[in-house]
């Protein structure tokens, strides 16, 4: 017998957003985002090199054809709306990488038992329980490999969610927290990552992100 009294979880609001909205608002001149993250995304590719990459909050896939197919091997991409990866498959053009997707929670999903060279959680950790979800991606990095992590840092002047024309990203206010970079540094030292490069990205919006690379074990040497 089900128990009614229990409270229901409340509906996660990445799941109503249209990936037409995400795209939009990321891409508009007053957020000025995606052309950042694609960029940052492609910067890691490039100097890491890895064979095999775990993107989470990877929506439908904004960076991930900068991939070289020469170096990279195998790609896990995981997001908690389904659609947004269904766009991700239709337009992935590849076929040398062998390319899996992961509908779910990262904070709760089930995990590839796989070791990955490289680990890229950008604007993620934003809207979990970063705590939970920093050791599960520990886990997931080999020795000399590396963790990407990109933050939103806080701005004086500018809300955590910017305002656009697309409404529906309003609703995520609710669930957005800023993670504070040191405390991040700390708990990630204490599973045996170590920051390898930190640094800010100024954005349009008066807003910067905090960019931050770990290594795993040995240093990986970057370019």
Same mark, same amino acid.
């Not at 389904?82 to 498959?89: I, K, P, S, V, W």
């Not at 060279?117 to 329980?129: K, R």
């Not at 040191?182 to 990205?201: K, M, P, W, Y």
């Given at each position: 017998?089900?128990?009614?009294?229990?409270?229901?979880?409340?509906? *996660?609001?990445? %799941?109503?957003?249209?990936?037409?909205?995400?795209?939009?608002?990321?891409?508009?001149?007053?957020?000025?985002?995606?052309?950042? %993250?694609?960029?940052?995304?492609?910067?890691?590719?490039?100097?890491?090199?890895?064979?095999?990459?775990?993107?989470?909050?990877?929506?439908?896939?904004?960076?991930?054809?900068?991939?070289?197919?020469?170096?990279? /091997? /195998? =790609? @896990?991409?995981?997001? =908690? *709306?389904?659609?947004?990866?269904?766009? %991700? /498959?239709?337009?992935?053009?590849?076929?040398?990488?062998?390319?899996?997707?992961?509908?779910?929670?990262?904070?709760?999903? /089930?995990?590839?038992?796989?070791?990955?060279?490289?680990?890229?959680?950008?604007? @993620?950790?934003?809207?979990?329980?970063?705590?939970?979800?920093?050791?599960?991606?520990?886990?997931?990095?080999?020795?000399? $490999?590396?963790?990407? +992590? +990109?933050?939103?840092?806080?701005?004086?002047?500018?809300? !955590? +969610?910017?305002?656009?024309?697309?409404?529906? %990203?309003?609703?995520?206010?609710? =669930?957005?927290?800023?993670?504070?970079?040191?405390?991040?540094?700390? !708990?990630?030292?204490?599973?045996?990552?170590?920051?390898?490069?930190?640094?800010?990205?100024?954005?349009?919006?008066?807003? !910067?992100?905090?960019?931050?690379?770990?290594?795993? $074990?040995?240093?990986?040497?970057?370019?």
């Amino acid at each position: 017998m089900s128990d009614e009294s229990q409270p229901h979880a409340p509906r *996660n609001p990445w %799941l109503d957003i249209p990936l037409e909205d995400y795209v939009g608002h990321m891409s508009s001149p007053n957020v000025g985002q995606r052309v950042v %993250l694609n960029r940052l995304l492609a910067d890691v590719l490039r100097a890491a090199r890895p064979a095999s990459v775990f993107i989470t909050g990877a929506s439908s896939g904004n960076g991930i054809e900068h991939l070289d197919s020469a170096v990279s /091997r /195998r =790609i @896990v991409c995981v997001d =908690i *709306n389904g659609t947004y990866l269904d766009a %991700l /498959r239709a337009a992935f053009d590849n076929p040398a990488v062998t390319l899996e997707t992961v509908c779910g929670d990262i904070a709760a999903c /089930r995990l590839p038992s796989q070791m990955f060279e490289l680990v890229h959680a950008a604007l @993620v950790l934003e809207y979990v329980d970063w705590k939970v979800v920093l050791p599960r991606l520990a886990q997931l990095i080999g020795v000399g $490999g590396m963790l990407s +992590v +990109v933050l939103q840092r806080p701005s004086a002047v500018t809300p !955590a +969610v910017t305002s656009s024309p697309f409404a529906s %990203l309003r609703t995520l206010e609710a =669930i957005f927290n800023f993670v504070d970079p040191d405390e991040l540094i700390a !708990a990630a030292s204490s599973l045996g990552l170590t920051v390898h490069s930190r640094r800010t990205e100024a954005l349009p919006s008066a807003k !910067a992100f905090e960019v931050l690379q770990f290594t795993q $074990g040995k240093l990986t040497p970057l370019e």
